[in-house]
């Protein structure tokens, strides 16, 4: 899919638990969303978006968002950090 930036949307319960749980600000899911380095399909509807090194203080990361488009304004699913650049960057 095209890169675009997506500002408006909304945390599940399950996303705001899981960055809780793991670390990660709402401003930085908010600005992975702003700023989209990569998307992918995950099934029909809901993407994965990659934010890399650039984003991520922890060298050797990336930042993985979660996020269901077929909802207006999409969910924000899950959020995670990686360090299987290899297997997730494109």
Same mark, same amino acid.
């Given at each position: 899919?095209?890169?675009?930036?997506?500002? @408006?949307?909304?945390? /599940?319960?399950?996303?705001?638990?899981?960055?809780?749980? &793991?670390?990660?600000?709402?401003?930085?899911?908010? /600005?992975?969303?702003?700023?989209? @380095?990569q998307?992918?399909?995950?099934? @029909?509807?809901?993407? *994965?978006?990659?934010?890399?090194? &650039?984003?991520?203080?922890?060298?050797?990361?990336?930042?993985?968002?979660?996020?269901?488009?077929?909802? /207006?304004?999409?969910?924000?699913?899950?959020? *995670?950090? /990686?360090?299987?650049?290899?297997? *997730?960057?494109?």
């Amino acid at each position: 899919p095209d890169i675009k930036p997506i500002r @408006e949307f909304v945390f /599940t319960d399950h996303a705001l638990n899981e960055m809780a749980r &793991r670390q990660i600000s709402e401003e930085d899911v908010k /600005t992975v969303l702003a700023n989209p @380095e990569q998307m992918e399909m995950a099934r @029909e509807g809901v993407l *994965y978006i990659n934010r890399g090194c &650039r984003w991520e203080k922890r060298q050797g990361q990336i930042l993985r968002v979660f996020v269901d488009i077929h909802l /207006t304004p999409p969910d924000v699913v899950t959020v *995670y950090r /990686t360090s299987k650049i290899e297997k *997730y960057w494109r």
